[in-house]
Nanobody
Framework: QVQLVESGGGLVQPGGSLRLSCAAS????????MAWHRQAPGKQRELVAA???????NYADSVKGRFTISRDNDKNTVFLQMNSLKPEDTAVYYC?????????WGKGTLVTVSS
């Protein structure tokens, strides 16, 4: 059974930082491309950052220079370091694992940026 479990969300003030984690089980993690998506209230889910099995990364323009995605294949975990957070970063953040036709999602973790 595949599980992706996100953690690290919470309430943070504008300009603050959070580090999200996503622990994977039930897959051969090192083969999978991993990504973080987010969905704000009333908006569509959007890609935030992705990392390939080889470690190449890409980011949404809105988070470039502020967010960093990384992975630890020994711990089957992908991270999202979020700095200089803005109120518009408020959303539920979802972890995603993808390999060819296989795609899995976590249940999400809420990030709220507010003073």
């Amino acid at each position: 059974q595949v599980q992706l479990v996100e953690s690290g969300g919470g309430l943070v003030q504008p300009g603050g930082s959070l580090r999200l984690s996503c622990a994977a089980s039930g897959i051969i993690f090192r083969f999978y491309a991993m990504a973080w998506h987010r969905q704000a209230p009333g908006k569509q889910r959007e890609l935030v950052a992705a990392i390939t099995s080889g470690g190449s990364t890409n980011y949404a323009d809105s988070v470039k220079g502020r967010f960093t995605i990384s992975r630890d294949n020994d711990k089957n975990t992908v991270f999202l370091q979020m700095n200089s957070l803005k109120p518009e970063d408020t959303a539920v953040y979802y972890c995603n694992a993808e390999l060819q036709a296989s795609r899995y999602w976590g249940k999400g973790t809420l990030v709220t940026v507010s003073s």
